[in-house]
Every structure is written in structure tokens, then in C-alpha cells.
């Protein structure tokens, strides 16, 4: 999950120019991504650097890069491997499956705040989807989770094989919700997300925290 384990970036600016009056009356849906937005930050790694055997401040440097891969479609025992060759560590399927438990368990705490406000995004009438990069793995317990009741659309990337930035994804994204760029509004804590959006045609906004992003949504009329 790239958007799920990436070192912080650079964030930039945190809010766009508000919306024309066009732009309020175009806007169809509230894509959301998951992590750090609907979830907390994983406090896994420790655990999960402790059943591979390995300190954690080398643990963690090979924890984050691989992710990509693994996000794009990767199998969990090959991300496991990317993880442990740095280490001197081969990991077998037995493993491979235990961390993959705990990895996931890792992420799927959620932010009481974000979890309001789907509640009353939902309870408005709002059109809410997911995109989030994220292994197949991941997937497929993150789409049994309470919160995807808000939700009538969850678009994981480990599924398509393609991950944000790529404009492949966006692409999957409209087409999947039967719209059009304009008529999204795209919320991700990822600045480089949040430009491949903006390139893809979708209206997007750097994730400020659920409080702080409830003025912005107001603006567009949700």
C-alpha cells in the first residue's frame, strides 16, 4: 500500500481555490483514499520486524520501498522476500502468512474523526468511493470493515494492477463510478496523488483531517 506505507512526503500546499459555482454543481463524488485518511498509521512494525528476526531500524528502511510492487498486484510471499533480501532473510509461505496477518491487522484502525464524517457524508446522500492503493491481500478484509457501509464504490489497486499516480488508475476510477474527471472530488494525504489527479482532470485536495476538511466539503455543497 503505497499511500499505506511511505515515508512522509513533502505535502505542499493544503487547499485549492474554492469552487465556482459550475464546479459545486458538477460535483457527483467524494473519493476517499484509506490510509492515514481513514486509517491511523500502522504501529505493526515493530512486531512484524521482531517475527522476522531483524532489528527494527533495519527492518523498517526495507518495509516501505517494496510496497509498491506489492500494491501493483504482487503476491504477499514475494513482498515478504523484497523485504527480508536486504536482511539476509529468505521467508517461506508459513511466514510469509503470519506477517501478512499482522501487517494487515496493523492497518485497519481507523480515525473516529474520518469515520463521522463518512457517517454524515453518507447520512446527507452523499456518493462516497474508495481508492486506495493496497494489496490484494488487504483487500480483501478491508472491503468486510464496518466503515464500507458509507461507501458504494471501493477500488483497490492490488485489483487493477495499477496505482496512483499512474493515470491508468484514474481512468479505472471514472469509468468504474460511470462519470466523468470534473465530477470528482479526490482526498488523499499524498501531495504526489493529489497531482496525479489534478493531471487526470479530477478536482483534488490534500487531506487536512476530518475537521479541517468539512469547510472545504461545505464549498462544494456536501
Not at 493529489?194 to 479530477?202: C, T
Request: charged share 25%.
Amino acid at each position: 500500500m503505497s499511500e499505506l506505507a511511505s515515508e512522509p512526503e513533502s505535502t505542499g500546499p493544503a487547499r485549492s481555490a474554492a469552487p465556482s459555482a459550475s464546479e459545486v454543481r458538477r460535483l457527483s463524488w467524494l473519493v476517499f483514499d484509506y490510509g492515514e485518511v481513514i486509517s491511523r498509521r500502522t504501529q505493526a512494525v515493530p512486531l512484524l520486524a521482531e517475527r522476522m528476526g531483524a532489528p527494527v531500524e533495519e527492518f523498517e528502511p526495507a518495509y516501505w520501498p517494496a510496497r509498491d510492487q506489492y500494491d501493483r498486484g504482487g503476491s504477499d510471499l514475494d513482498y515478504w522476500n523484497a523485504v527480508g533480501a536486504p536482511l539476509g532473510i529468505q521467508v517461506d509461505q508459513a511466514l510469509s502468512d503470519e506477517l501478512t496477518k499482522i501487517d494487515i491487522e496493523g492497518w485497519l484502525p481507523t480515525d473516529e474523526g474520518t469515520l463521522r464524517l463518512l457517517a454524515d457524508l453518507s447520512a446527507a446522500g452523499a456518493q462516497l468511493a474508495l481508492l486506495s492503493n493496497a494489496p490484494v491481500s488487504f483487500a480483501r478484509v478491508a472491503e468486510h470493515q464496518p466503515w464500507t457501509e458509507h461507501f458504494q464504490h471501493l477500488v483497490f489497486s492490488g485489483d487493477l494492477a495499477v496505482a496512483k499516480p499512474d493515470a491508468e488508475i484514474w481512468a479505472a476510477l471514472v469509468r468504474r463510478l460511470g462519470t466523468t474527471p470534473g465530477e470528482c472530488l479526490f482526498l488523499d494525504d499524498r501531495q504526489v496523488n493529489i497531482d496525479g489527479a489534478r493531471r487526470a482532470g479530477l478536482r483534488a485536495q490534500l487531506w487536512p483531517g476530518a475537521e479541517a476538511v468539512r469547510p472545504l466539503l461545505a464549498e462544494f455543497g456536501v
